[in-house]
């Protein structure tokens, strides 16, 4: 699997804890990969009636967007256990209408985290239901839970955490063997 892998981040916050490890995933992409984020704030809410007429200009670049990607990492946050609405309103938008989903046999990781030391666990499992229901074969190891994320950057959103980094550049490679499968 040559080419670029996209990354979804389930949180709008600007300085989001997600945010800064997509930029260090997108920092130390794999030998001959490279990392792209995609944006997901400027979608509509996803609305059935959509499917029927004209859909919001942001759904059609999304969708191309994610069509050109080999694979997908999603770095969600969780939410009262779950995945942020933000992500879950990206997942149906690309998704939708029926039968033309963008999602279809993309390999997907999922990394979690959160400031408490549940690392996220509600929202990874949550998206991973997801994920299967959408055919996005997923990696199933090394699952990704990053706990206590507050102490994991500087003040200017590097990560700090040596450990922690070469655990993502492994977690990294693991996952193009795995999409390469």
Do not use: C
Request: proline fraction near 7%.
């Amino acid at each position: 699997m040559a080419g670029t892998i996209g990354v979804i981040i389930g949180s709008l916050r600007k300085e989001s804890f997600s945010r800064k490890i997509a930029n260090f995933l997108v920092e130390n992409p794999p030998v001959g990969h490279t990392l792209e984020i995609i944006e997901i704030g400027d979608l509509n809410m996803y609305n059935q009636d959509f499917d029927e007429q004209e859909a919001p200009d942001s759904y059609g670049p999304f969708r191309e967007k994610v069509k050109s990607m080999k694979a997908i990492i999603f770095v969600t946050p969780e939410y009262n256990r779950s995945v942020p609405g933000v992500l879950k309103n990206a997942i149906d938008v690309g998704s939708r209408p029926y039968g033309e989903s963008v999602w279809d046999g993309k390999p997907a990781l999922v990394v979690s985290n959160s400031i408490s030391g549940l690392s996220g666990f509600g929202a990874n499992h949550h998206l991973r239901q997801s994920l299967v229901f959408l055919n996005m074969p997923t990696m199933p190891q090394p699952e990704v839970y990053l706990p206590s994320v507050q102490d994991f950057f500087d003040g200017n959103g590097k990560l700090t955490k040596s450990d922690t980094g070469d655990f993502l550049k492994d977690v990294l490679k693991s996952f193009v063997a795995f999409a390469n499968r």
